[in-house]
Each structure stands twice: as C-alpha cells, then as structure tokens.
C-alpha cells in the first residue's frame, strides 16, 4: 500500500514559519489533507485538496503538493500550534485512506 | 453544528467481540461516507473502514478485515462497527469520522471525541 513519510518532530520558534513535509512517490498527482491533533484531542482539517482551507482555519496556514512532497507550511507560528500533525491521501490503487506518521510541530 | 457520539467502548478480553456505535446530528446523515479511524496509545492515526452513504459500498484496512464489520442506519442517523476476534493491536481510541463530500478519498471534515477499547485479560 501507499506509504506516507513524515519527519517525527520540526521544531521552530515563535513567530517562524514551520514547514512539516510529507513524502510519497509521486504524491503530486494525489490530492493531500492535513490534520492537526492537540494531546487528548480529536483531529482537526486544517488542509485537504492539497492547499485548501476549511473555515475557521486561520490564512497562516497553507500546503503545497508537487513531485514526491507535500508540504503544510505554518507562518508566523504560535504556542497554539504546538501539536501533531498527520498528511493523509487517498490511495486508488487500494481504494484505501492512507496518513502518514505525524510530525510533532514544537514551538521553541 | 455538526456532532459525532461515540460510545460502547470499555476493556475487552482477548479474542472476544465488542460493537461501538457513533449517533450524528447537525448534518444530513444520509448523504456522507462515514468512516472509522483508530489511534494506539502514543501512536499516529490508523484508518479502519469506510462505509458510502447509502451503505452500498463498504471497505476496511488490511488489519481489520474479516474481523470488523462496518454498517449504519440511516434512519438512527447512527454509523456502528463489529468488532470481533480483537487482540492486543486493536488497543486503540477510536473515532468515527465523517467525508466532507461524495468524492472518492475525501477529506474527514468532522470526528468525534473517540472512545477507547481496550483488548486486556
């Protein structure tokens, strides 16, 4: 099956931008959701399609696809933005949903 | 606004069954794919299965087949899944979780809180 490469922690300061990637072989032709999970919580869409924003989601949130990455970028990071978060994919081959295994965003 | 209820967790014994239910409100049930993703304890997210919105089409991950069973009740508004044959990899919160739209591989747009099982003697 499909699998999704995440890097387990970033880490960045107030204020910077976080980019948390998400590598698959030729993920750029899938369409990528973002997930942001804070502890004892239940996830949260903050991407899907690739770069869209459900409402509510604040504009500092973006993601990109191309090639093997997706990436979700954070600007201007928050101590609210500390949580993990987890690239999720749609597989055909399989018909199967596939997320990767979720990067702990740390705000320094 | 769009609510997703858990419930029917609890501890269960090695090899036995266990059957949760999810009771939605706030949107038209009957016109979403409903779905179930679980998270071992200190682990990442795992899809579980996929239910269309009409019940017609059904499909789970490699780990749970043929000892889960997905199904829902349009009238209820209520998704549920069987769960049978559990061990100590199914220890896990489960969430039912809801398609933003009809395309195949839409995003989850709404979850529920979760609610823990676990598979102990």
């Known amino acids: 099956s499909f699998v999704l490469t995440q890097p387990p922690s970033v880490s960045v300061a107030p204020g910077k931008t976080a980019r948390i990637t998400c590598g698959g072989n030729n993920i750029g032709s899938k369409s990528v959701h973002w997930y942001q999970q804070k502890p004892g919580q239940a996830p949260v869409l903050v991407v899907y399609?690739?770069?869209d924003r459900p409402s509510g989601i604040p504009e500092r949130f973006s993601g990109s696809n191309s090639g093997n990455t997706a990436t979700l970028t954070v600007s201007r990071v928050e101590a609210g933005d500390e949580a993990d978060y987890y690239c999720q994919v749609w597989d055909s081959s399989s018909d199967h949903r596939v997320f990767g295994g979720g990067t702990k965003l740390t705000v320094l | 606004q769009v609510q997703l209820v858990e419930s029917g967790g609890g501890v269960v014994q090695p090899g036995r069954s266990l059957r949760l239910s999810c009771a939605a409100s706030g949107f038209t049930f009957r016109n979403y794919g409903m779905n179930w993703v679980r998270q071992a304890p200190g682990k990442g997210l795992e899809w579980v299965a996929v239910?269309?919105?009409?019940?017609?089409?059904?499909d789970y991950a490699d780990s749970v087949k043929g000892r889960f069973s997905i199904s829902r009740d349009n009238s209820m508004n209520t998704l549920s899944v069987q769960m049978t044959s559990l061990g100590a990899d199914d220890t896990a919160v489960y969430y039912c979780a809801k398609d933003s739209d009809l395309v195949r591989g839409a995003p989850f747009d709404n979850w529920g809180q979760g609610i823990l099982v676990t598979v102990s003697s």
């Open positions: 399609y690739d770069s």
């Open positions: 239910i269309s919105h009409d019940g017609s089409y059904k």
